[in-house]
């Protein structure tokens, strides 16, 4: 089993960073095409707001590590779900 450990190592790394890294403008502007049409199916008027949003994006509050609390709380269960029936997988397949 150790020969999978250092394989893991580069995808923690990738997933971490990823985790730190902000969304693109490009995202950002295919998100706020998507609720335009959204408010035309539904025929409703949606105001995107601006600040709000660069609020929320960039508040330290969102931000987290990847072994803290907040990271276990909010991901732990699939994390941890995910993880074991892999492993499940492992087991039966070697």
Known sequence: M???T??????????????KMPETTCFTALV??????????????????EHKVAKI??????????FSKDFARRHGLQLHGFTSTWFLLDIAFY
């Open 6 to 19: 250092p394989h893991a190592i580069p995808a923690a790394l990738t997933y971490y960073w990823r985790m």
């Open 2 to 4: 150790a020969y999978y």
């Open 57 to 66: 994006a960039y508040a330290t509050r969102n931000s987290f590590g990847l």
């Open 32 to 49: 706020s095409h998507f609720l335009q049409d959204i408010a035309q199916v539904l025929q409703v008027e949606i105001k995107v707001e």
